[in-house]
């Protein structure tokens, strides 16, 4: 009698072992599938996360608080400590947000990706909002700046001394280019511009080695 009740309760316990060892295993698969599925950066666990975002709230207040970066346009996040800044500024805002965010408590790294745009553009940006502000977009002074400025954008004639004048939307080139390839290219550049009627390129000269 006593075997029998043993031999039962031995099965009994078995099959209560197996129940549990085949709910938890069930659990861990859910748990792994979870994580395998979100591929998405993150923060390695919940405590890195508010990590995180207490030391985005500290570069943000510290990057309000310079006045080298006035005017910039800069983000901020941050991933297990590593902070990632995106956005746009003069080359001299995006070093002091570098310098600025790299002295933050917490911060193991920065990726400076803010990017800074060149004269050529800077220039090119204000003259058409003067245009648009004015609606003189085919003012001969207007067409000018606006040649002058896609001259030294462009990657063929940037660099190139190219005087420009304009009257009544006739454009003049002039001065001493490498040869006449150079020459046809500042030529199609000018036309471009709106406003433009033609463009006499008899002043700009090949042969300026």
Known sequence: MNNKTNAKNLFRT????????ACLGGAMALSVTAYADDATPH??????AITDTAVTAKVKAKLLDDSRLKGSKI??????GAVTLTGSGSSDAASAAKELASSVDGVK?????????SVAD?????????AKKTGKFAS????????KSDLLADSVTKGLDISVKTSNGVVALSGTVANQDAVDHAEE???KVKGVKSVDS????????
């Open 14 to 21: 078995t099959l209560i072992a197996a129940g549990l060892s």
């Open 43 to 48: 923060s390695d666990s919940v405590g890195a």
């Open 140 to 147: 001969d002074s207007w067409i000018t700046t606006k040649v």
């Open 189 to 191: 550049v000018a036309k």
């Open 122 to 130: 800077t220039v090119a940006s204000k003259t058409d909002r003067v």
């Open 202 to 209: 008899s002043g700009l000269k090949a042969g300026g080695g």
């Open 109 to 117: 790294s920065v990726d400076n990706q803010v990017s800074t745009p």
């Open 75 to 80: 983000s901020v996040t941050t991933t297990n």
